[in-house]
């Protein structure tokens, strides 16, 4: 019998939050670093975000190559409990919970302000059998849903795809991903997405297509499938961040019905870097959203901004080779990583790519959160 997601955490997924796809901490031998790795945890839940994804492509498939996956996951799973707890309550409830206000249980209080409980995602990644075993992990180890990758069934039909997700996701609530073919992901068509949301335990979807039209098509499926008030669109479009966030999809579903499909939050890579401003940033957009008023043009502008600062780090250039080393070279600078190591040697930033990141920093000082990580590092790295 499949988990549930616990509803505290249900909430929070549904209204939307910022979700942090959490990079790989590993010291000049690259070999695991668990004091930095505990530090961006740390980061990441003092910013304010409302969850962390982990095993994901930003931590490197390759953890499973390294036999990394499970002494990674375990330890971001109990460092995120651990946090929660000196903050007031636990965050790794794997059954569900009702909700009452500011005493909901898992609450967690930061600088005393009340926060949301921590929803844990896990990536899945791997055929069928190897799926069902990381599934089955992450359920023993608290995590409250699975982001499955499908990177590894490139060339399977789409009735094939759909058997798979059924079978894991009678073991943990599945998360979709649509991870772009740039790095590793498959075009994954309507069809797929309208059978994959037949399937009762998928609560979200996130989009990393980087492509408007596969993007719609998502959008499209998820309005034909009635629904959108259950399963939560999170934009993984690095390249379309904010504009992915304040765009209401107007769409008229199969039977000729309007509806307005919205996105609520992100699971990205770019809000593993600069995670206190991507906050602000969130709830500034979702009050614009709901408030249904004119988009200023500042906003406009910073999207475009946030795109470019983007296109630097995750290394546009050269088709996206140096995306991890551009997330860790913003980390390194800051001080939260010691370097850009990867468990690869071979992948490192690329040529040209630091004096990008010199440009984007000058730039657009406004997306940076440095003061907040200086006054806080050395708390975090303790």
Known sequence: MSSLLPEAQARVLRAGTVIPAIPLALDKHRHFDERRQRALIRYYLDAGSGGIAAGVHTTQFSIRDH??????????????????SSHGAPGSSSTPTSVRGNSEPGAASITGIVTAPIIKIGGICGDTAQAIR????????????GLLSLAAMKHESIEHLIAHAMQIADIIPLVGFYLQPAVG??????????????????????????NRYHTLEVVRALADSGRENEVTLYTGNDDHIIL????????????GKEKTIRFQGGLLGQWSVWTKKAVELHAELRALAESESAIPMSILSLAQALTDANAAIFDAAHSFA????????????????????CLDPAEALSDGQAEEIDRISAAYPELN??????AHLAEWLS
């Open 67 to 84: 036999n990394l996956f499970k002494p990674v996951m375990m330890f971001v799973s109990q460092e995120i409990d651990t946090w929660s």
């Open 244 to 255: 992915d966030l304040i765009t209401p999809f107007m769409i008229k579903d199969s039977s």
């Open 369 to 374: 959160d440095n003061a907040f990580v200086r």
């Open 134 to 145: 990381e599934a089955e992990f992450l359920n023993l180890h608290g995590y409250h849903a």
């Open 322 to 341: 140096g995306c991890i080393p551009g997330i860790h070279e913003i980390l390194r600078r800051q001080g939260l990583l010691e370097g850009t190591w």
């Open 185 to 210: 992901g498959r075009i994954l068509p309507y069809e797929f997405w309208r059978a994959f949301l037949e399937i009762d335990n998928v609560v979200a979807i996130k989009v990393a297509a980087f």
